[in-house]
């Protein structure tokens, strides 16, 4: 009988402790994915090559690390966009790196240098994507959950058409495509980390008081006689 009894007790425990504990689990896996690739850089710099390029081979499966579309540390710049983004204010990545082919598997694999830093392992729109859903989710936290989640509408309008429009119309500016030819446009880091932010943030605001609810409902469920 105590067998029968017991997984049961079990899990009430553990569901009551996940349902207190979920987003601290969340929010600190958030933290760690989110700072590692900025480590990465600080390791180039005092010459932890190994480490970071671990970082670097790992976060590859995560974002395209291309180096004109990300941040850099430790160098003149904090970015190096190319020459035809028209940012005269700013060296060019091709002026700085002198890349022989704009074969994207060669170019992501540029980390970077002394003189120019290194790159942050990941991109300027995905540290702004990461960082804005991690933000949000402190700031439920502080509000002790109690932050009504958007529209789901309000998501896909604000947070995802704007950074799916963004970054398609960037990527078919790469390419002679059937029906739009070669547009040849490139974005900035200004519009990269603003539709990061919205996706990032509008995410959170959505998924974190989504998930909120869902476990308060089914463990409402649970205990109704």
């Not at 007790?9 to 689990?25: I, T």
């Amino acid at each position: 009988m105590s067998s029968d009894i017991k997984p049961n007790v079990n899990d009430k425990v553990f569901e009551a402790w996940f349902r207190n504990h979920y987003l601290n689990l969340i929010l600190e896996f958030l933290l760690i994915f989110s700072i590692l690739p900025v480590i990465a850089p600080v390791l180039m710099k005092f010459g932890l090559v190994f480490p970071a390029r671990v970082i670097y081979w790992v976060y590859s499966y995560f974002c395209h690390q291309f180096p004109f579309r990300s941040w850099f540390l430790f160098g003149v710049q904090p970015y190096y966009p190319l020459a035809r983004v028209g940012i005269n204010s700013f060296l060019s990545f091709e002026s700085i790196f002198h890349p022989e082919t704009l074969n994207f598997d060669i170019l992501r694999t540029i980390v970077g240098n002394q003189y120019a830093g290194y790159k942050i392992a990941i991109c300027q729109r995905d540290i702004a994507m990461y960082f804005s859903l991690l933000a949000f989710g402190l700031f439920f936290a502080i509000k002790n959950k109690r932050i009504k989640s958007i529209p789901l509408w309000i998501w896909l309008v604000a947070g995802v058409i704007p950074l799916g429009f963004d970054g398609l119309t960037q990527y078919l500016g790469h390419y002679s495509l059937l029906f739009f030819g070669n547009l040849m446009r490139e974005s900035t880091p200004l519009l990269r980390t603003i539709t990061g932010c919205l996706f990032g943030s509008l995410t959170g605001w959505y998924i974190f008081p989504t998930l909120e609810s869902m476990l308060n409902r089914n463990n409402l469920e649970k205990h109704e006689p």
